[in-house]
């Protein structure tokens, strides 16, 4: 793919964020801006995924040698371990963060449920720690 290609690409995707906030931002206060923010999305993204997929299947195809098929398959591996630790820590931060501040509003009501609510509070940090053992028995397959 040429360097005028990906400066396209992402030129389009950061233009099919850019610009439906900015409408939103700065359209009329009414109810309708969201659809119109939404649709301008939709419209800028689709296009930018059908410019994408007529850019990589409209040149030739090569069969491609074992080793960047392993080094590809490695670099996957790699970016699934990433994700699995990456999500389940962003999600168990959501969690933390409502489940904790909720139990403290809680204890300061009641102190005799300070055992109940750590156990959801600890509940909620069990799924970063999921994500991490995800993540390493993907790294003990590589």
């Keep these: 793919m ?17 610009i439906p906030f900015g409408a ?3 359209g009329e206060k009414n109810k309708g801006r ?7 999305n939709v419209f800028f993204f689709f296009g930018t995924i059908i410019c994408v997929s007529i850019a990589m ?19 996957l591996g790699y970016l699934a371990a990433a994700l699995a ?18 139990a ?5 009501e009641d102190s005799s449920i300070l055992g109940k609510s ?4 600890a509940l909620a940090e069990g799924v970063a720690l999921y994500g991490l053992i995800v993540s390493i028995m993907i790294l003990g397959k590589l």
Excluded: H, W
């Design 34 to 40: 969201f659809k119109k923010s939404l649709g301008v």
């Design 85 to 102: 630790t990456g999500l389940s820590c962003i999600g168990a931060g959501i969690a933390v963060a409502s489940s904790a501040s909720a």
């Design 57 to 75: 299947f409209g040149g030739q195809a090569y069969a491609a040698d074992g080793a960047a098929a392993a080094s590809t398959a490695s670099g």
């Design 2 to 18: 040429s360097l005028l290609l990906k400066v396209v690409i992402i030129a389009a995707l950061l233009l099919s964020i850019i």
């Design 104 to 108: 403290l509003g809680a204890i300061s």
């Design 24 to 26: 939103f931002l700065l």
């Design 118 to 121: 750590l156990i959801f509070v």
